[in-house]
Each structure stands twice: as C-alpha cells, then as structure tokens.
C-alpha cells in the first residue's frame, strides 16, 4: 500500500455549493454563488482580492454559515454533519499557518488524528500514528519531525499544516492561498502533491500560471459573484481575462509542454 492509500480516504465526492450568500451589514460577499467541484479533481478558485474567495472556503468548509444556500457533500448537507464527522470529511488548509502554543512538528501534524479518536480515549489509544508518520513522509518532513514549531520558516509551517490536514484523512480538501509562503520550487512540489492525492481538492490561488498548471476546472470570483466555472481553457478566456483582472491576456499552447499557459500582453488602460 503506498503513503497516499495510506494517507486517504478511497472516496471522492462532489462538492456543490447552490445559491450561497454571504452578507455583512448590507454589503454581499457572496452572491448567489453556484460551484461544483467535481469528486478527484482540483478545482482552482481565482480571482482579485476580495473577490470572496476565502469566505467561500469557509463555508465550503461548514465553518461559515451563509445567509442563503447550501453546501452539500456527496448528498449530505456540510453543516448537517457533525463536528467530529466534518472533520473527518473536509479538511481546510488556511492562509496564515501560525499557532501560539511551541509544539513540535509531530505533535502538530498529530492534532489531525483528534476527529479518529474515541470519546475520552487517550493519545496512546488513538491506531493513526503511522498515518502521522506516513503524511510527514508524504510532505518531505520526516527530518524535522522532533523541531519544534517556531523554529520552522514559513515553508515549512505551510507544509507542517498539510500534512496535519491530512492525518485527518479527508474526503474533500480546501487550500487558501497554500503557496503564499513557498519559493517556487516549493510551490510546484506543494501543488504537485496535492494533485497526486486525487482527494476533491478546491484551491484558492492568485497565480493564473499555477492554476492553468496545476487545476482541471476553476471558478473565477468577482466582487463576490461567479464570472466563471469550468475546464480552465474554456473559462480563463481573453474576454474573461480582460474584464476580471483588467488585463490583455490569453491562454496559449506551452511551447514544450501538453498544456496551455498563460501569455500576458498588458494591462487594460482605465477609463475615465
């Protein structure tokens, strides 16, 4: 059985979320926002700041609850589940990986098995500490398992907070913004790896080139409404492109790989 079996749930549900709306006061995060991330893909969520998209995340994630719509897991409705049970479900990798308390990395990573735990069992009856092994293996931390958290860079937290993520063995995963804190090289492996664990996976990213790299669908944000939804070539159009990050752009064959890539030919000049 490999890390990833290992690591994972088998199952990879669609995650929907119909007629979502988030309001604050008067103003609308969200809209009337329509998503389906389709079960073992990885679905980019894109678009300027504050577009909505981390308040999407959060309530894909069930920790948010919107003031109209829903969120359904498979068939089930997210913030029907229990908190133990969502936990075990949907597993959200936030922005700003920071903890007050100096754990070590495998303690850290070990807070991912609290939703597998029996009530008022104790750490030593919890059967999941191969799994911690496994995921700090999986995400290139084994070395580092005995540092203690504020000894780590920014990298290395990002990395320390997935696989902590996924000692949960989740169904759906939700990344915000997971490379803001990854040199490149680091951003390609982070986002390699989350592709290869064919968990439904929903990425919030502003790197158009990553997503186009690294995503099967997207769903473009603005000021809190969808703009788009479906297979990147077919959504990150030049009119799309223009219109949502006012910039003259398009999507053009790589020159060396079987995919396409993003060619930027300017900004679009504002109007008086």
Same mark, same amino acid.
């Given at each position: 059985m490999t890390h990833r079996e290992r690591c994972v749930h088998g199952a990879t549900p669609d995650l929907v979320a119909d007629g979502v709306t988030v309001r604050l006061g008067d103003r609308a995060l969200l809209d009337d926002v329509h998503v389906h991330a389709r079960g073992g893909r990885v679905t980019g969520l894109l678009g300027p700041n504050g577009s909505g998209k981390t308040t999407l995340l959060h309530v894909l994630a069930g920790i948010r609850k919107p003031n109209r719509g829903t969120v359904l897991v498979g068939d089930v409705a997210v913030r029907s589940l229990s908190h133990r049970r969502r936990a075990r479900t949907i597993a959200l990798v936030e922005q700003h990986a920071a903890t007050t308390t100096d754990l070590t990395v495998r303690q850290v990573v070990a807070l991912g098995r609290l939703p597998h735990r029996r009530m008022l069992a104790g750490p030593g009856s919890d059967a999941g500490a191969a799994v911690v092994d496994d995921v700090l293996d999986l995400v290139g931390l084994t070395d580092l398992a005995d540092r203690g958290w504020t000894t780590l860079s920014g990298g290395e937290r990002q990395r320390a907070h997935l696989a902590r993520t996924l000692a949960q063995q989740p169904e759906v995963l939700l990344l915000d913004e997971p490379t803001n804190h990854l040199d490149l090289g680091q951003q390609l492996r982070f986002l390699a790896l989350a592709r290869e664990l064919g968990l439904t996976t929903v990425a919030a #990213? +502003? !790197? #158009?080139?990553? *997503? =186009? *790299?690294?995503? !099967? &669908? $997207? $769903?473009v944000l603005d000021a809190g409404r969808v703009r788009g939804h479906g297979p990147v070539g077919a959504t990150l =159009? *030049? /009119?799309?492109?223009?219109? $949502?990050?006012r910039v003259e752009a398009? #999507? &053009?064959? +790589? /020159?060396r790989l079987d995919r396409d890539h993003l060619v930027w030919d300017g900004h679009v000049e504002e109007t008086a």
């Open positions: #990213l +502003h !790197d #158009l080139e990553l *997503a =186009t *790299a690294f995503c !099967d &669908d $997207v $769903v =159009t *030049a /009119p799309l492109l223009r219109e $949502v990050y398009s #999507l &053009d064959p +790589h /020159p």
